[in-house]
């Protein structure tokens, strides 16, 4: 087992020198109102495609559980692309995920006064997009993370959306929005797992690139994501652009 300074654990498999795949993992804090546990968290899980199907991701898997078990951890998360999840199923996870907000009028409601008290600033485009978000098969879309066991309220939020209000940058799209985790739960990778949902739903609806437009300096390049330029909003703030390749 392989470790690094920022906590990461990862085993590494060989068949006659050749890698053949890895599990890279590390530990994680959920914190609400009553409750404080730590979880594992597989970070990266890989299996080169001639070596699948051998039993080999199950064994790098027990491995990786093992020495959760060994460190007294008794959850674990993930994410997972839709075609990988069965593989999780089969061995006894289960999906925790984003959910879409379209064709649930409730959950839309929800999320809308969630936004309305956590971050007003952003309100008023915010439930516009998520009504619009109902009934779209495209964009704009709306998703909500909501906590776990033991608590099932909404711990964040974020929307695709065709462009955000920019002067110059007109043409590129689809953009990350309103990308929002509860103060309580911040640092225990909600963030990333939006981040990486929206690739997914972005590379799933045809594009090949996602946006951000931020002033935030140092967080989304942490998630595969660079500056390409500057802009203004519609509104009259400047703000930067980064991009990152969908899967």
Not at 4 to 33: K, S
Not at 42 to 61: D, N, P, S
Not at 112 to 137: G, H, Q, R, T
Not at 193 to 203: F, G, Q, R, W
Request: overall charge negative; hydrophobic content about 35%; aromatic content about 16%.
């Amino acid at each position: 087992m392989n470790t690094n300074n920022g906590g990461n654990m990862a085993y590494i498999r060989q068949c006659e020198n050749e890698p053949l795949g890895f599990i890279q993992f590390t530990f994680i804090t959920l914190e609400g109102w009553f409750f404080k546990e730590r979880l594992g968290f597989i970070r990266e899980f890989w299996v080169a495609e001639k070596f699948r199907k051998q039993g080999h991701g199950t064994e790098m898997l027990s491995l990786a559980e093992k020495y959760f078990k060994d460190s007294g951890i008794r959850r674990i998360v993930l994410t997972a692309e839709e075609n990988e999840q069965q593989f999780y199923l089969n061995r006894g996870y289960t999906i925790c995920e984003c959910i879409s907000a379209k064709n649930n009028k409730e959950l839309c409601e929800s999320v809308k006064l969630y936004c309305k008290e956590k971050w007003n600033n952003v309100y008023k485009p915010f439930s516009e997009n998520a009504e619009l978000s109902i009934n779209s098969d495209k964009l704009p879309k709306t998703y909500v993370i909501k906590g776990m066991e033991q608590e099932k309220e909404i711990i964040g939020f974020y929307q695709l959306i065709e462009n955000d209000n920019l002067t110059y940058h007109t043409k590129l799209s689809p953009f990350v929005a309103t990308l929002y985790v509860d103060e309580r739960v911040r640092g225990n990778g909600f963030g990333e797992l939006m981040l990486t949902h929206a690739k997914y739903e972005a590379a799933r609806l045809g594009y090949d690139k996602l946006y951000i437009s931020t002033d935030h300096i140092g967080y989304y390049e942490k998630y595969g994501f660079r500056e390409i330029g500057l802009d203004i909003y519609t509104w009259g703030s400047p703000t930067k652009i980064y991009e990152a390749y969908t899967p």
